[in-house]
């Protein structure tokens, strides 16, 4: 068992021995057309939001975004007015902007060192009911996260309390975090677990166990094994994780939609973009710009990093 | 920008706080064999620390600080004179640093675990027998509002999908397969061979067509997430295939893929925007702005608003997810066609398959247990569609889905315990593909 780290190739792949004739070069021709007609219509959708975005409102309003390539007028007037905070409604996205990084960095980093441990325990510690656990731990990928919700939230607000004999036993306290950011990340933080600890297991676990016997027999023992060995080995799988939890986290509606109010000063940019999309259903420049801005930074971060994303979704979902 | 420094600060300092307190853990268990006074005394500082916090928090110690730094202080002292005195055999203590390592190794992952989703996960089916407010105990009320309310599931309607002209079409469809194939075979005088591409494809198409018609005469937030389970997994998978083994033949494959998969780089928030643009709707007598009306008008129809238009308005909703998780099947089934040995075609195509025969008796067959982690994965997300529905239509127009429902009953009706059992009934139908994954786990670590 191994993680996969097959990666897509720039390579022309398989390709019949060159027997020539027009009819076979009009064939071979056929996949190349209908592979770039569905790129196409893949493509569309957002490309029409990016011209779009940078059109003045009566122009997106009144006609397509495709009249552009007739009458090219580009402003960054949209842009312009969704950053703006001058009134209370204004999109004000610069301050969602950052809101959406404040949960996001926590929520990325934390899990990747309460992950690391954990998965090195299971893939290379001996101890009692390490299988099951483990087991128990991947099964919880699949849990939705809607029964979670409730109960979280009741967290939140009240602490959890346990009586018995009727004295009240606080097992957590009342941290009065509902509404703030860091509800937001630290339920990421469990969510995101499941996945980073079967990703990082998997990595670890394929590591050669010549390397540990000999780290061994010079006299290491697990924390230094941990530190000096399996931490700078595990940097590629480190690295597409939090890729993935990056992108999850930044990405993420439900969960930043259910631990803050609607409306709040706190609310990364995708609940303010729904809200925008909900109110103003008919300001397309805004929504356009509001959106754009919103789904840059993911695509920044998908165009760079695309290799390590790969990887991490390969070894996410197959193995061997 | 304030409350970003902020936060990277608190960052810094859990890290900081998480490594320290792994670090420091660690080396006291290494003192065991070496100094053990050491050990007890450290132990027992923590153990009274901890012991502290707890009494703190009943009602008769309120104390403030007083309490975890008094538990501290005196745990130190016993650990140091008490536990101190009679050490366990040298043999016994040797061992203590290794036993206790996977519990300091897995003790962080599995408290977030278990607060994050294992308590919170026995709560809510709880709450599920609870009333609204969650003060009562409600039996099986919220069960029963579930099955008993129209809107949520109900059966009325099936006779209309037998009737439908798209069941007759399906069925029409289906004949024809199974009638080219069954002349096809008498033609070439072998068996009636049901498997092969042509068959297949025809009665998946008469299976999409049952479930269309079925999509045009039920309604109901259950009967809505099994369209969009069936049609979104079967769509983006069938897709996500055909344009891995396209790109595998055509040129620009690497920068196809690449914008192929970019929605999954979207949130689903902002991919329902970009596709709210596409359906806008604006009366008859003005421009559309909406690429998809444009293309309707210019092909000489009258504009529709899509997603009002109910039943076909989830077609729309589904067709977002299936825009955005075409791009994960295709990387993932892409790899996996990678990686069928080049000698398996080789063999094949000496042996005189075509390219369409080798692929399907070759690499389909390869690349079976990929798939089933692609239909799988797809699966348990859309079982939780939210964003989208929520984005779009927020659940009006008979587009309304369990996840969205459970949001609606539990944030806007305010009724834990409906909300509750919604949450149990998609956990339930996840449960088989959890039991299927943990399998295919058990085997893969076997081998």
Known sequence: ?320 | MGELVDTLITVVLVIAVVLAGFVGINLLVDQAPKRWRVFTTGMGALLGLLAGVIANSGGWFKGGALWPVGGAVVGALLGASVWARRPPAPDRIWRIPDRTRPVIFLAPALFFLFVALVAPTIRTVYLSFRDKRSENSAGLDNYDWMFGNRSVFSVDGWRDIVTSRLFLLALVVAAVTALVAFGWSRARRTDVDVTGPGPTMGFMLAGLLVVLAALGALSGVVWNNVFWLLLVTGLATILGLAVAVLADRARGESIAKSLIFMPMAISFVGASVIWRFVYAFTPAEKDQIGLLNAGWVAGGGEPQDWIRQVPWNDLFLIAIMIWIQTGFAMVVLSAAIKGVPGELLEAARVDGASEVQSFWRVTLPHIRTTIGVVVTTLMITVLKVFDIVQVMTGGEHDTDVIANRMFSEVFVNRDNGRGAALAVLLFIVVLPIMVLNVRRLQSEERA
Not at chain 1, 97 to 114: K, Y
Not at chain 1, 263 to 286: E, I, K, N, Y
Request: charge should be neutral; proline fraction near 6%.
């Open chain 1, 1 to 320: 068992m191994s993680t996969t780290t097959v990666t897509p190739t720039t390579t022309g792949g398989r390709r019949g021995p060159g027997v020539g004739g027009r009819l076979h070069g009009l064939l071979g021709s056929v996949p190349t057309a209908v592979l770039w007609g569905l790129v196409i219509l893949w493509t569309l959708p957002t490309l029409g939001l990016l011209v779009s975005s940078f059109r003045d409102e009566t122009a997106v309003k009144t006609s397509g975004w495709w009249s552009v390539f007739s009458d090219p007028q580009l402003t960054l007037e949209s842009y312009r007015s969704v950053f703006s905070s001058s009134t209370s409604d204004a999109p004000n996205m610069w301050q969602h902007f950052l809101n959406s990084f404040a949960i996001s960095i926590p929520a990325t980093v934390i899990p990747i060192a309460i992950a690391a441990f954990a998965a090195y325990a299971f893939a290379w510690m001996d101890f009692k009911g390490r299988n099951w656990l483990f087991v128990a731990t991947v099964a919880m990928l699949a849990v939705p996260f809607q029964m979670s919700l409730v109960p979280l939230l009741q967290l939140y607000v009240n602490g959890a309390h346990f009586t018995i004999f009727g004295e009240t036993i606080t097992l957590l306290p009342d941290l009065d975090l509902q509404g703030t950011i860091t509800a937001v990340w630290l339920t990421h933080i469990g969510f995101g677990l499941p996945l980073a600890i079967f990703l990082l297991h998997n990595y670890m676990a394929a590591l050669p166990r010549d390397v540990f016997e000999a780290a061994r027999i010079d006299g290491a023992d697990h924390p230094t094994i941990f530190w000096r060995l399996v931490i700078p080995l595990s940097v590629p799988a480190l690295a597409a994780f939090a890729i993935f939890q990056f992108l999850w986290v930044w990405n993420d509606y439900l969960v930043a939609r259910t631990f803050l109010s609607i409306g709040s000063d706190d609310a990364p940019m995708t609940v303010r973009l729904a809200t925008l999309s909900g109110s103003r259903g008919q300001d397309w420049h805004l929504l356009t710009a509001a959106a754009f801005v919103s789904i840059a930074v993911p695509l920044a971060v998908f165009f760079a990093l695309q290799r390590y994303f790969v990887r991490g979704l390969l070894a996410g979902s197959v193995k061997g």
